[in-house]
Nanobody
C-alpha cells in the first residue's frame, strides 16, 4: 500500500526557516508530479508548489522568492525549503503525488500532513 510520509514541520519564529520532506513507499514503480499543499486554520487547502519529474517547478504567488521545491527521484522524495516564514504561512502542509505501483496505474495520493506554526 502506497504511503507518503512527511516530516520537518514545527514551530518557528517569523523570518525563520523550515525544510519539509516527504517520501513515497509501498510498491512504488513511478512517481510523476509531486507537490506541497497547505491548509491554514479555517481555510481551504491550497497549492504551495509543485514539481514535475523533469524537475520543473511551479509556485503559488505566496511562495515565490521564499520557498524552493525539489525532489530526489532515486528516493521518491520531495522537499520544500521554506525561508523568511511569516505568521500567515501557519498551516498543515500536505504532500501530494501521482504514483504508479506494481499493481496499479497512476493514482493520486496524499500524505497525513505536518503542522507548521510561525509565531513569536
Amino acid at each position: 500500500q502506497v504511503q507518503l510520509v512527511e516530516s520537518g514541520g514545527g514551530l518557528v519564529q517569523p523570518g525563520g526557516s523550515l525544510r519539509l520532506s516527504c517520501a513515497a513507499s509501498g510498491g512504488v514503480r513511478d512517481v510523476a508530479t509531486m507537490a506541497w499543499y497547505r491548509q491554514p486554520p479555517g481555510k481551504q487547502r491550497e497549492l504551495v508548489a509543485g514539481i514535475l519529474k523533469t524537475g520543473r517547478p511551479v509556485y503559488a504567488d505566496s511562495a515565490k522568492g521564499r520557498f524552493t521545491i525539489s525532489r530526489d527521484n532515486a528516493k521518491n522524495a520531495v522537499y520544500l525549503q521554506m525561508n523568511s516564514l511569516k505568521p500567515e504561512d501557519t498551516a498543515v502542509y500536505y504532500c501530494n503525488a501521482d504514483i504508479a505501483t506494481q499493481f496499479q496505474e497512476q493514482s493520486n495520493y496524499w500524505g497525513q500532513g505536518t503542522q507548521v506554526t510561525v509565531s513569536s
